[in-house]
């Protein structure tokens, strides 16, 4: 994680892309979110989704695994010991949105932009940095999108 | 599937269900965080000790998930649920540790019916994911969209609570 002071706002990174099978649609939703329309082929296809669609925590939580696969990689390129601090927890995000279903065989593109940088008055040696985050499908439609948070390290703090 | 026992109409503002009893085990804790959520402190108890976090815990999106479940077996299943658009907020205030018992408490704060579609309604609920310590791990609010029993029917139109 770089330090607060080295984040830019407008900083976009690509996160990469992931195809939402049948079977891991329906093993998600299994465990945590056991709708007909995200485990039932044939009563998904008589809801009013018309077929089987992603829960959209499983949608969301991809967004997290290739956040932390770019992290990894991106330290990796760096050197463990660039001196850069630890990635730091979330207090939660906001405006979380799924406008679009996300269907069997599609392919999600995430990626993050940084938009706003908080100072924290209770906490000299933190930030908040707020990001917009979406994921797009094949088509080019928004399939989610939801501002996060985190709470960042700052170099400097006296 | 069976009828449907709760529809748009039977979510009032003001009313507060209470339900389930998650046990959170480091197996899943552990599972969740290699799959989606692989930084140190949702893997290894030392890491998780070290951290601002203070113990091995669940990602919040784990947390987001387990809630999802609980609220699936308390009453989604058993409604006419059209699922939801998004999610205004969630706030992950406390960590959520192995061998925490979780429960849901969920507020209706405010409904309309669709003007697009008559046959549904948004109900906005404020959810809070509380601990066997009685705090609150998790507390999300945002709309969710349930089959009306009558779409025919005049609908009263009252303010937030």
Known sequence: MPWFEDIAIGEKTELGSYIFEADDIVSFAGKFDPQPFHTDEEAAKASAYGGLIASGWHTC????????????AEKARKGEDDGSPPGGPSPGFLELKWPTPVRVGDRITYSTEVIEKVDLKSRPNLGIVRSLNKGVNQNGELVMSFIGQGLVQKRDHS | MSEPELYWEDFVPGETREFGEKHVTREEIVDFAKDYDPQPFHLDEKAGAASILGGLCASGWHSCAMLMRMMCDGYILQSASLGAPGVDEVRWQK?????????VRNTCIDRRASKSRPEMGLTKFRTELVNQKDEVCLLMTGWAMYARRDPSAPVETGGAV
Do not use: H
């Not at chain 2, 960590?95 to 429960?103: Q, S």
């Open chain 1, 61 to 72: 939580s991809v967004w997290m695994k290739l956040m932390v696969k770019s992290r990894i």
């Open chain 2, 95 to 103: 960590p959520v540790y192995v061998d925490d018992v979780l429960r």
